[in-house]
């Protein structure tokens, strides 16, 4: 071996000390961190400790909201490490090799995962002499390890009026997930006989990083709402009670959306009001918003929480963005026992109405809102407009070629914060600073003769206040077989948007452009998700987690319980 010179070993040495490097790993992308490597041996060596891969891992778990004990880091080599730390990059650079352009999004690639398990069989029992499918509501902990599900029995046949919370083991990211993932606690709770389990939702313990919360949401037409809280760790695999809350009201239920939580504080929607539930202190609010046409129920709308405000986006003859400030904690009513009766009130004005901008007039199109959907949001907060001309069709048509698709024409819009130079006035409130701004507009044509719309329930796990991954919905079939017109399959994709040139930003943009101009187009790349074959098309949502590649079906009725892993 050649003897290193004195100038050699001088460049090598490191210029910073050892702890500002690992301080300077932690706000540097992984992949970046790997690259220096190559730089000097010095940096290879330091690179290569297991000690600096902890805390780039606890750094990255710390960016993407992921639970930190899905990764038993004292148990892991430097490799897998490195490799947990990259997932979310990997799983981004995994979509983007499988994209295709936007106009030839009939040639779309699907993206098959690595694996696709069916670790939950069917299970159901005997009612008489029928047999009862249980059904199933889940939620994949963000990391891809634990797994939360509730089985219940439907509810004209529930024997009992019960419901089963449970915490399962898939088996550690980065590994292919278990056969038979294991079962590490479970806990049995009553419920209404007229209220069904409809959303179930994981959440790290802001005060414990190493223990969950979950939430498990009933609702049922005419009697409100029940959300039960529970407190588990993996360490000490046994569920607690935390908090119970059965919300009614006096009329019947016309609208009761998911809940969405930003630490102690749940945002429950029920009829026209917005309930702020703090689950810790046993607190709340309610804000009255404007009703919406019962016939339209949850699809004119969407509800955004930031923890400083409530953003309802809504469409129809009520277009724009309703902004409402939360209430100091300190305002919150308290609440005695575990019931709240909601009665309705006068709708509360707005404190503030954004405008929201349309990709084409708005005479004969149809408009969509692609507005994030995976929880809590922060800001800026981008979302999509889509808009597409309006056919009537009395039946399905055969797809004959490029010239017969429609073409959605799409804004990409953000809400932020008004930069004001000075402050006039010391009492002006952050909600008044809030902006709509135009970045830029693209165009999505469809596979066939129908249009593109938003699918924002397919993986609202993949979804965050950036829309790095958005997804949309469009037929991939459609057909007429002899006399009887097949209905049309759909499919899930999802969109990115490449290189952009943005709007001038401003106060004023979200005002006076409302429709694309020329030269802002921005370049769309599509990913077709892959499906499993499988008859229940309302079946196609999925819980997600971008660290691990890994999805897990969110609710189906019976049926074979699919885990797919794209990454491992």
Known sequence: MPVRTRAQRQRDRPILPHEVWCNAFEHMEPSEVLFLEQVSRTLRSLVSEKSVWKAILRSVCSKYGLFGPSFPVEEMSVKELQRAALGPELFKALVTRHSWPADELHEAQILVPTSDLTPFRKRGFKMGSRSVKLMWVRHLVPGGRFLFQVTQAPTKAAQDSSFTVQLWDLGVPGSPPLRKPGLMAEIKNGKPVNLNVTAVTAMVDPGNDVSLRVATYLS?????????????????????????????????????????????????????????????????????????????????????????????????????????????????????????????????????????????????????????????????????????????????????????????????????????????????????????????????????????????QFAPSLSDSSLSFAFLKSRIIEHKSGGDYRVSKQHNFAYSLDTFTPFPSGPSSSSTQNTAQPGNTANVSVTRFYEPDRRLQWSQRWSACVASGRMVDMACEGGDVHLLDYLY
């Open 220 to 456: 049922g037409y005419g009697t409100g709402c029940m959300i039960k809280i529970h407190a588990v760790s993996p360490s000490d695999p046994i569920f607690k009670r935390l908090a119970e809350l059965h919300i009614t009201n006096v009329i019947h239920n016309l609208h009761v959306s998911n809940p969405i939580v930003s630490g102690d504080v749940m945002l429950i929607r029920v009829n026209n009001i917005v309930v702020l539930w703090n689950f810790i202190c046993h607190s709340y609010a309610a804000i009255p918003i404007a009703p919406i046409p019962t016939e339209k129920y949850s699809s004119d709308e969407d509800i955004v929480f930031t923890g400083d405000f409530v953003m309802v986006f809504r469409r129809g003859a009520q277009w724009g963005i309703h902004v409402w400030e939360v209430p100091a904690l300190a305002s919150f009513t308290r609440i005695t026992g575990r019931s709240l009766s909601i009665v309705e009130a006068v709708t509360a004005v707005p404190d503030a109405l954004l405008a929201i901008p349309f990709p084409e007039p708005k005479g004969r199109h149809y408009h969509a809102i692609n507005v994030p959907q995976s929880g809590l949001q922060t800001l800026p907060l981008t979302f999509d407009v889509f808009s597409a001309p309006w056919q009537k069709r009395s039946h399905p048509v055969t797809w004959v070629g490029p010239t017969s698709r429609t073409i959605t024409s799409c804004l990409r819009c953000t809400i932020g914060t008004q930069r004001v130079g000075t402050v006039t006035n010391s009492t002006r409130r952050s909600v008044d600073m809030l902006s709509v701004d135009t970045m830029a507009s693209f165009k999505i044509q469809a596979p066939v003769t129908g249009a593109s719309w938003t699918s924002p």
